[in-house]
């Protein structure tokens, strides 16, 4: 029997304790997702290297077997300011901590490993079961003109061996509908002070993950640093609206922030305190004029560099 890719299904759930399968359901733990990527079965081979009286491979031992997965996520709220979205666990899993407010959701970058939360994640192809136990990733944002605006996370994990499974009761509804990146719906936006005219910006948490199988330890997927950069393509303006080429000469920082949305329970705003911007260079688009530079967030007071918040 075929198995059909648009039947593909996606459930994702916090461990309580690390890599124990708490039993994501499709009715509380579906996430809608897009650009859907996985490799279940990774593999770290191991040569045995033998030296026979004749030419050829000598068959290799599995070493490090893990499981990894993408794919991207519409940015939007729950629908209620307040209430946590449907996929704050996967931005926890990416090491943000999640502090629930009366008016908002806020999420913030930790270095405590103490801290850092872990997803298993089920996925379903048309009848397979693929499960992922202590799952851990990292994020990156994407606001581009005239597109959805979009969370692409990407996740290592434990391997477990698949199933013949399907979803049952799958609801999408903590889900909402977003809305397009553009003048009306993203706004305020400010770079250094400046409110820029702008065609897109990219926003990378650039988590190390590093997955660990030593003897005396347990199979583990660590978050073991984060830089995390970004690109902004905008309109060139003149030196006196502006000197970016001055503020990159001087490694200047400023703060940036993006609200996408505009209703309470629909809005997610990012803010960055300390960022820098290198590599200028020109482009076009329509006959316009378009600077595009390079994004470094830096902390100040530590785990700051990134806050997002649903409100």
């Known amino acids: 029997m075929s198995l059909s890719?648009?039947?593909?299904?996606?459930?994702?759930?916090?461990?309580?304790?690390?890599?124990?399968?708490p039993t994501p359901t499709g009715a509380a733990n579906a996430i809608l997702v897009s650009n859907l990527q996985i490799s279940p079965l990774q593999m770290t081979p191991v040569e045995r290297g033998l030296i026979r009286e004749w030419f050829g491979n000598s068959e290799s031992i599995p070493g490090q077997i893990f499981g990894e997965v993408s794919f991207e996520v519409e940015i939007q709220g729950s629908g209620t300011a307040g209430t946590a979205t449907a996929y704050g666990p996967l931005l926890q899993a990416c090491g943000l901590v999640e502090t629930d407010g009366a008016s908002d959701v806020q999420y913030?970058?930790?270095?405590?490993?103490?801290?850092?939360?872990?997803v298993t994640i089920f996925f379903y192809r048309d009848g397979v079961l693929h499960e992922m136990n202590?799952?851990?990733?990292?994020?990156?944002?994407?606001?581009?003109?005239?597109?959805?605006?979009?969370?692409?996370?990407?996740?290592?994990g434990q391997y477990v061996r698949p199933v013949d499974a399907a979803p049952t009761g799958v609801s999408y509804t903590a889900f909402k509908t977003p809305a397009i990146v553009n003048a009306t719906n993203t706004t305020p936006f400010t770079l250094h002070s400046i409110s820029p005219v702008?065609?897109?910006?990219?926003?990378?948490?650039?988590?190390?993950?590093?997955?660990?199988?030593?003897?005396?330890?347990?199979?583990?997927?660590?978050?073991?640093?984060?830089?995390?950069?970004?690109r902004i393509v905008m309109e060139a303006a003149l030196m006196a609206t502006?000197?970016?080429?001055?503020?990159?000469e001087t490694a200047a920082t400023?703060?940036?922030?993006?609200?996408?949305?505009?209703?309470?329970?629909?809005?997610?705003?990012?803010?960055?305190?300390?960022?820098?911007?290198?590599?200028?260079?020109?482009?076009?688009?329509d006959g316009i004029a378009m600077l595009e530079m390079d994004l470094i967030f830096n902390p100040t007071t530590g785990n700051n560099e990134i806050k997002i918040t649903a409100k």
């Open 108 to 118: 913030d970058p930790t270095s405590s490993e103490a801290l850092m939360k872990s």
């Open 242 to 248: 502006k000197n970016w080429f001055q503020s990159i």
């Open 254 to 285: 400023g703060a940036l922030q993006v609200q996408q949305g505009q209703s309470a329970g629909y809005i997610v705003v990012v803010d960055a305190p300390s960022v820098q911007l290198i590599n200028p260079s020109y482009s076009d688009s």
């Open 134 to 156: 202590g799952a851990r990733g990292s994020v990156s944002l994407s606001f581009v003109n005239q597109q959805i605006p979009k969370y692409r996370f990407r996740f290592q």
């Open 198 to 230: 702008v065609a897109s910006l990219e926003i990378d948490l650039a988590n190390n993950l590093v997955y660990r199988d030593y003897i005396g330890g347990s199979k583990k997927v660590l978050i073991t640093d984060r830089k995390p950069t970004g």
């Open 5 to 21: 890719t648009r039947k593909d299904v996606v459930l994702a759930k916090l461990e309580g304790t690390y890599g124990t399968d």
